[in-house]
């Protein structure tokens, strides 16, 4: 493993993370992950074959659905052919359950045999459940084993891990750390003090949290005594949203806390890790292989995409494994951008950076713009700024109209500095082609940064 030569690994945690295994096998599975874009087809396409019947046989939703879609014998619908199916969108799969609880006409498997139920956080309303056969656990332990992995998280590591471990479906990371066999340190979300106190008495050499959390500590950290890069931690990974990968975020981070940051990626309905970031710092590499099939298509026509470098769309996942409450070309919702499909660690799976979900995505005069792009763009102003900020809508439409407004958040002293706001939305207008009002708004006032960070929020 080769440091990237963008980041000063001399007498550094950041390089201590590199150097420290850089002779060790950093693949978890390796016959898997480095296999050929042919082998991982084939053997896909085998378990695709099984998956069918699996679904003929214990899904009534997907019977009806297939049925109302014209397709008349699914089980001989080949993986190459998986475009012609339906989509699968989560209100779907919520209306399932609503009609037919506990677990909907989508379980797979009858109810005695489900034994682990995880919640979403019912954002949009009533919680939907996640249920997992013991199969279906190993499944997610295993892909999970794969990510963490290769973020660099190996047996001999100490972890503090922020993710909240139930009802969500992040808690399953603590049965990935068991399998891997590292030091885990659970600490609830947003429980900044013990999480301080963790690192400060060299309790973990690793931090799991979202990006919005490492950023406060290394905005609070900035400039304390004794300087925080003396600190044990050597690598922190970032999940849950959108973030550790903007260069803006992830150099605040490193700079100050002297660690390496990595991401990983997951969603609910499929597996909570399916996606993890190798030292290269290239993107995050899909992890599910033989488990999931993923694809790519254009967010607003839904038409299939390649996956190719520099391709933009839509993930879209299909169990190939799963028993209970299997989805097939299930809309995730996140547009990622595609770095590359092979990397020098070895691994032979795609890599990509989650830009946003769909619905933060919005146009400005026929540009599709991230909120992700305009956080990368106000993290240049940090000291000045903390580093989060949020667009505002005024309605659900998609196309907005200029001046789009922002709110950024600033520490006290910096809430009422018309230059700044000036500076920030000329730097936004430069970058990415559009004009924003910026409002700065005082770090008390912004909200929690315990957890995550809305991207966008709507207002009257």
């Known amino acids: 493993m080769t440091s990237k030569p ?8 950041a390089g201590r993370l590199k150097s420290d295994t850089c002779d060790q096998d950093w693949i978890w599975e390796r016959d898997v992950e480095t296999a050929s874009p042919a082998d991982q087809v084939a053997a896909a396409s085998i378990a695709w074959d099984t998956q069918m019947q699996h679904l003929a046989g214990g899904s009534p939703f997907y019977a009806r659905k297939f ?14 052919d998986i475009t012609s199916l339906p989509f699968t969108t989560k209100d779907e799969l919520k209306k399932s359950v609503d009609e037919q609880p506990p ?11 489900v034994k682990r139920v995880y919640q979403t956080s019912g954002t949009t309303g009533t919680p939907t459940v996640i249920p997992l056969t013991r199969i279906d656990m190993d499944t997610w332990t295993t892909i999970g084993s794969r990510t963490y992995y290769a973020t660099g998280i190996h047996d001999h590591h100490s972890v503090l891990t922020t993710f909240g471990a139930g009802p969500f479906v992040a808690g399953h990371t603590h049965f990935v750390l068991t399998r891997i066999g590292s030091r885990a340190v659970p600490v609830a979300p947003g429980d900044t003090g013990r999480v301080l106190t963790g690192l400060k008495t060299g309790l973990a050499d690793t931090l799991l949290s979202t990006p919005s959390f490492a950023q406060y500590l290394a905005n609070k950290l900035e400039g304390s005594t004794p300087d925080p890069r003396s600190l044990r931690l050597m690598h922190v990974v970032t999940g849950g949203e959108p973030g550790g990968g903007i260069p803006a975020i992830r150099d605040h981070i490193e700079r100050v806390l002297g660690a390496t940051v ?7 309905d499929v597996a909570p890790s399916l996606f993890g970031e190798c030292p290269q710092q290239n993107g995050m590499h899909f992890c599910g292989s033989g488990h999931v099939w993923p694809e ?18 839509e993930l879209v996942y299909t169990h190939l494994t799963r028993e209970a409450m299997p989805v097939v070309r299930f809309l995730s919702g996140d547009i990622v951008r595609i770095e590359g499909t092979s990397c020098e660690c070895g691994r032979t799976t795609f890599r990509m950076r989650c830009l946003a979900r769909r619905d933060d995505m919005f146009i400005v005069r026929g ?13 240049d102003f940090r000291p000045r700024v903390t580093g989060r900020a949020r667009v505002v809508r005024r309605d659900s439409a998609v196309s907005v109209q200029p001046p789009v407004p922002v709110e950024v958040e600033v520490p006290e002293a910096g809430q009422a500095d018309p230059q700044l706001a000036a500076a920030i939305e000329e730097a936004v207008h430069t970058r990415l082609t559009f004009r924003c009002k910026i409002e700065l708004i005082p770090e008390e006032s912004f909200g929690a940064s315990g957890y995550k960070t809305n991207l966008t929020v709507r207002r009257q």
């Not at 014209?70 to 001989?76: E, I, L, N, Q, S």
């Not at 790519?296 to 769309?313: F, H, N, R, S």
């Open 6 to 13: 963008d980041i000063d690994t001399t007498g550094s945690s």
């Open 296 to 313: 790519l298509v254009d967010p607003e026509t839904q038409a299939p995409m390649a996956i190719e470098t520099g391709a933009v769309g």
């Open 262 to 268: 990595t991401e990983v990626m997951g969603i609910g």
């Open 367 to 379: 540009v599709n713009v991230y909120p992700s792009a305009i956080l990368a763009v106000v993290g």
């Open 67 to 80: 049925r109302q879609a014209g397709v008349g014998d699914p089980t001989r619908v080949r993986l190459a």
């Open 103 to 113: 677990f909907g006409s989508n379980a797979g498997v009858p109810e005695e045999r």
